[in-house]
């Protein structure tokens, strides 16, 4: 039973993680639509912020299983 918890914990996790990605993307096209010359800087920020994002869900992932793992 806690396996298919930890299962659907780490689904979730994953799940928004792309739903932030897809928003830091989209958010980013239409900032360098408004500026183009700033699309370094746009860039740069947007890859800092997929990865924290990233590095959350996959934070979330390892919580989520190790809750599942059996206790001795």
Not at 34 to 48: F, H, K, L, Y
Request: hydrophobic fraction near 60%; avoid cysteine.
């Amino acid at each position: 039973m806690i396996y298919g918890i930890a299962a659907i914990g780490a689904g979730l996790a994953a799940i928004a993680a792309g739903i932030g990605i897809g928003q830091i993307g989209g958010k980013a096209m239409e900032a360098i639509a408004r500026q183009p010359e700033a699309v370094g800087d746009i860039r740069t920020s947007m890859i800092i912020a997929a990865a924290l994002v990233e590095g959350a869900a996959i934070f979330a992932i390892v919580v989520a299983l190790l809750q599942a793992a059996p206790t001795p």
